[in-house]
């Protein structure tokens, strides 16, 4: 047995100056967010620090900006207004080294807030859908309070923790947050075609959520003997697992298991993973470690853009100077697909945005960050084509990337790259 209390008793432990730490994505624990922020009044200078998180961020409301502070190790869209506002921060990391963070103690935490299925009969929780650096914040926060929901699947893998190792719990029942996928675009859908066309049978995939991803799935169903080596999966990888098409069989790591150290979806996604031993969650630290990944052979990593200039260089944390995302684990897996026998590093992107505005360019915008360098790149994907810039030299490789821009820009990008570099 152990004690419960509500919501609002257990945040009481936080004091004015203290660092909290949120679990991420859709096990971003509602109830304690919400309980935190309502003590707005007595509290001053608590920084709140995480990756992206589903839900509601009252915290993160400007005019709590004396009580709240946000720190973004990735910035989601219900803190984003926290940069311009002023009440927020961005930490650029690799999602990699997001537990170094806390292990050495570069970001030390007071307080952990996680959300974590119901007790086994032998007093063992699952922290569910999202561990990433959780793990590291448990070991390292000073006290942990621990939302009990039994609608948190149990999964297999890393995440399973004692109670004893909790020191506030909270029983409170409510839905995990889900994250329902739109229809693609027939643009997305072109994309998709182009990108199955270089995944081969016997590979195994990292990608993000999202249209193209799901328009990439769409396409593999003839595939055979696909692995799952990805920081995180939503609903579009089960139907080619019960199809036996993602099977993992192949793989360097984990052979006959899907890996992932988040998981964002639906009610049926979080349904499937629910003590289903054929889907391991483990640390961050792990899945995206760029020596691990690299031993799946034929690891392809599909990632996405804001925008590529002509010479490769990604920018995919801003829009200029504007801060919009973050690095997450593009990097990681990028260099780790690289570095893998038969491997492939793909970017895939509109060639422009709803608003005609380019996303292959001939330079990027002042201020925008590069999270991939022209020297990590292999392939670039738009609707109009595979752009390989491996091994190209820089004039090659603005020839492929002119030729998978709009149609209706090219000539515009190729001369304006090329009167930008005269002198």
Do not use: W
């Not at 506002?85 to 963070?101: D, I, K, M, Q, R």
């Not at 988040?262 to 996604?269: D, P, V, Y």
């Not at 054929?278 to 990632?303: C, G, H, T, W």
Request: proline share 4%; with cysteine.
């Amino acid at each position: 047995m152990y004690k419960s209390v509500t919501p609002e008793e257990a945040v009481k432990v936080i004091k004015s100056n203290d660092r909290v730490y949120i679990q991420a994505a859709a096990a971003a624990p509602q109830a304690l967010i919400n309980a935190m922020s309502a003590r707005h009044a007595e509290l001053r200078n608590v920084e709140v620090c995480h990756l992206h998180i589903e839900g509601k961020a009252p915290y993160a409301d400007p005019s709590l900006r004396d009580s709240f502070h946000v720190n973004s190790f990735f910035i989601g869209p219900n803190v984003r207004h926290t940069i311009k506002a002023g009440n927020g921060s961005y930490t650029p990391v690799f999602l990699s080294e997001v537990p170094l963070l806390f292990k050495r103690n570069i970001v030390n935490l007071d307080i952990a807030l996680i959300q974590v299925s119901t007790p086994d009969k032998h007093g063992y929780c699952s922290l569910g859908v999202s561990i990433e650096a959780t793990l590291a914040a448990i070991d390292n926060a000073k006290h942990v309070i621990a939302q009990i929901n039994p609608r948190m699947p149990r999964t297999h893998g890393e995440g399973i923790i004692h109670i004893s190792e909790l020191d506030t719990l909270v029983e409170f029942e409510e839905p995990i947050h889900e994250h329902l996928m739109s229809e693609p675009t027939d643009i997305e859908i072109k994309i998709g075609d182009f990108v199955a066309g270089l995944i081969e049978d016997e590979s195994t995939l990292q990608m993000g959520i999202g249209s193209i991803p799901n328009a990439v799935l769409r396409n593999l169903t003839n595939h055979k003997n696909l692995g799952l080596h990805t920081e995180m999966f939503s609903d579009g990888v089960i139907d080619l697992i019960l199809k036996d098409v993602i099977n993992g069989n192949y793989k360097g790591v984990n052979p006959g298991r899907a890996l992932a150290t988040f998981l964002m979806g639906s009610k049926r996604l979080y349904e499937y993973v629910d003590d289903n031993p054929f889907i391991e969650l483990r640390a961050s630290s792990y899945v995206n470690d760029v020596s691990i990944i690299r031993q799946n052979p034929k690891m392809v990593a599909i990632n996405s853009a804001i925008e590529v200039d002509v010479t490769g260089q990604v920018c995919a944390d801003s829009i200029g100077t504007r801060l919009y995302s973050g690095v997450g684990g593009q990097m990681d897996f990028i260099r780790g697909a690289s570095l893998s026998e038969g491997g492939k590093a793909i970017i895939a992107l509109p060639s422009t945005t709803a608003k005609g505005i380019n996303r292959i360019v001939p330079y990027l915008k002042q201020g925008a960050g590069v999270v991939t360098t022209r020297a990590h790149v292999h392939y670039v994907v738009t609707e109009y084509g595979v752009a390989n810039l491996y091994g190209k030299t820089i004039n090659q490789r603005v020839k492929e990337l002119v030729y998978i821009a709009h149609p209706d820009h090219r000539e515009a990008i190729d001369r304006e790259y090329f009167e930008a570099t005269k002198c």
